[in-house]
């Protein structure tokens, strides 16, 4: 199978890679560029694990092909932080111990990101229904909607 | 059959072109082989990797500028690039295409609509397909183009069966279009599933136009309960030109439960199906009526 280039940003640093067509996106960044931040979990779109953000809006990197991302901007759990300083939503995830295993923080706290960029001011509804295809099998769902909220409402005051 | 989702075992080769005339001469020389056109991959690449779907050539349309637009000037005419989620946070949709607003937004989650399309749902031809059942209620039609010229086929002839449309190997939908909608018209859209995003058992779209108190026009249409989404045809007949009350709405709706032939799956069962969509039907009926701005009476 013949390889091809193709050149993207991810985390704001460019990458220029050698892919194979069948190379997923999920696999690219975790072995190649070893950000393992993302997971694998269910692998059809399911389970909402392996998401990033493609030019700013989440989606899943299982079923992307990485051929399809040449000249595309990606971002990942890794590139919320600024240096030593945490994202607000990383930092709120803390606060409202929205962590437990953890296995779904990056993909939940990416989505509720973009999904504060969209809805500055949502309700609890609102971000139940944009969460809705990242699955948490260990929290539930009280202190992950806890943490998103709050962090709107500070972003706002 | 790959059970390993991890990776996507087979070989095939990548094409992505960057315009229109690009793609479907790509499409003319490989029709013979087993070529697949690519846009979101949310189907696509699940099949891929789960059944023995085997492909040698994939053509990418999503970096093609004259697919990716979403024109409301008049009706509504969406390109086939376009994500699903775009769609919904267009104005005109949620205002005057109600139904196919709720029925994108009732599909799995936001990340799956940052990826897939309108016309790769309706290509991939499933019966559950949530936004078929409100593009066949407007009357919508998506147009056909190759090498060869191009063609319009309305959505409701366009799928014919679980996964078969009639569309040829060499050719690809540029985009679907949605008539203007009449001051007096009113549709609605519901689903059941167990959860928000799961496939539907059963969904359900309903357009009508209003004049007075009288039901101009009316489409009925029902997912999940045969090969394809399906008109509830007889259902319609009783209450074109007829003024309408809820006894009305409660004939029609049992009308309409008795003309699909659902079947007992995974997701559910013959029973519950026919009695939920006489449910549903009435519901619809209702919330599409008062959305015209008609009156109801007893």
């Keep these: ?157 | 059959m790959q059970s390993n989702t991890k990776i996507l075992a087979q070989e095939f080769e990548y094409f992505a072109p960057k315009t229109l005339d690009e793609a479907l001469s790509l499409l003319d020389n490989y029709k013979d082989k087993n070529t697949k056109i690519l846009a979101g991959g949310t189907d696509l690449l699940v099949k891929m990797k789960t059944t023995d779907l085997k492909i040698d050539y994939l053509i990418n349309i999503k970096n093609i500028p004259e697919l990716n637009f979403i024109d409301t000037a008049f009706g509504l005419k969406i390109g086939a690039a376009v994500p699903l989620s775009h769609i919904e946070r267009v104005e005109k949709v949620k205002e005057r295409y109600p139904a196919l607003y709720e029925g994108i937004k009732s599909m799995a989650a936001i990340a799956v609509r940052n990826m897939g399309t309108i016309v790769g749902n309706i290509c991939n031809a499933s019966p559950a397909a949530d936004t078929v059942p409100s593009l066949i209620a407007y009357g919508a039609e998506v147009k056909l183009l190759s090498k060869r010229g191009e063609r319009a086929v309305l959505v409701e002839d366009f799928i014919t069966g679980v996964g078969k449309t009639v569309i040829e190997k060499d050719e690809l939908i540029s985009r679907i279009s949605l008539p203007e909608m009449k001051k007096n018209s009113g549709s609605a859209f519901s689903k059941k599933g167990r959860v928000k995003a799961d496939i539907a058992k059963i969904n359900l779209a309903v357009c009508l136009e209003r004049e007075g108190n009288l039901c101009k026009d009316c489409r009925i249409v029902l997912g999940s309960v045969a090969e394809k989404a399906i008109r509830a045809k007889k259902a319609e007949s009783l209450i074109k030109g007829q003024t309408v009350s809820i006894s009305l709405i409660e004939k029609i709706a049992k009308k309409a439960s008795e003309e699909i032939k659902p079947i007992d799956d995974i997701r559910s069962s013959l029973t519950y199906r026919t009695e939920i969509a006489r449910v549903m039907v009435e519901e619809l009926v209702r919330i599409a009526w008062e959305r015209s701005g008609g009156e109801l009476k007893p």
Aim: net charge neutral; with cysteine.
């Design chain 1, 1 to 157: 199978m013949k390889k091809l280039v193709i050149e993207f940003t991810i985390n704001q640093q460019k990458r220029r890679l050698f892919v194979k067509p069948n190379d997923l996106l999920i696999n690219i960044i975790r072995n190649d560029l070893f950000l393992t931040g993302s997971k694998y979990s269910c692998g059809i779109g399911e389970c909402g694990a392996c998401t990033v953000l493609l030019d700013g809006e989440p989606v899943l990197s299982c079923l992307t092909l990485a051929a399809t991302v040449d000249g595309k901007e990606i971002t990942t759990i890794e590139g919320l932080a600024k240096g030593n300083e945490l994202h607000p939503m990383q930092i709120s995830f803390l606060k409202n111990a929205a962590v437990q295993c953890g296995f779904c923080t990056p993909s939940m706290i990416l989505t509720a990101t973009a999904l504060l960029k969209e809805n500055p001011n949502p309700t609890e509804d609102e971000i139940r229904d944009y969460i809705r295809g990242n699955i948490c099998r260990c929290t539930g769902y009280v202190q992950i909607v806890k943490a998103i909220k709050s962090c709107a409402i500070e972003q706002n005051s």
